[in-house]
């Protein structure tokens, strides 16, 4: 099991910029950020195949980059132009082992973080 440490969350306003740290304990194959807004099920934001494919959710899509340090063991997501519809738990995810695409699918992730608050003021 891959532990999964994340930091940067936090309060900003509408149209603010927030940067989310992931740290994991190992290599993994693929990682991802997910989040989870009060009353809706956890959904895929961006994900990141270790040979650098990236995948992202069309309500993300301009605003928000997913990017690794490997050396550092490290995931980012740069969050610009935050809207309140953003506001939600963030969840870093990893799979250690094979993956073939940067998928969006949670059950495709094998290890999870205990998540980081984002709230987006209007």
């Known amino acids: 099991q891959v532990q999964l440490v994340e930091s940067g969350g936090g309060s900003v306003q509408a149209g603010g910029s927030l940067r989310l740290s992931c740290a994991a304990s190992e290599y993994t194959a693929l990682m991802g950020w997910f989040r989870q807004a009060p009353g809706k099920e956890r959904e895929g934001v961006a994900a990141?195949?270790?040979?650098?494919?990236?995948n992202y959710a069309d309500s993300v899509k301009g605003r928000f980059t997913i990017s690794k340090d490997s050396a550092k063991r490290t995931l980012y997501l740069q969050m610009n132009s935050l809207k309140a519809e953003d506001t939600a738990i963030y969840y870093c995810?990893?799979?250690?082992?094979?993956?073939?695409?940067?998928?969006?699918?949670?059950?495709?992730?094998?290890?999870w973080g205990q998540g980081t608050q984002v709230t987006v003021s209007s």
């Open positions: 990141i195949h270790s040979a650098g494919s990236t």
């Open positions: 995810a990893a799979r250690k082992l094979w993956a073939s695409i940067a998928t969006l699918t949670p059950v495709a992730y094998t290890s």
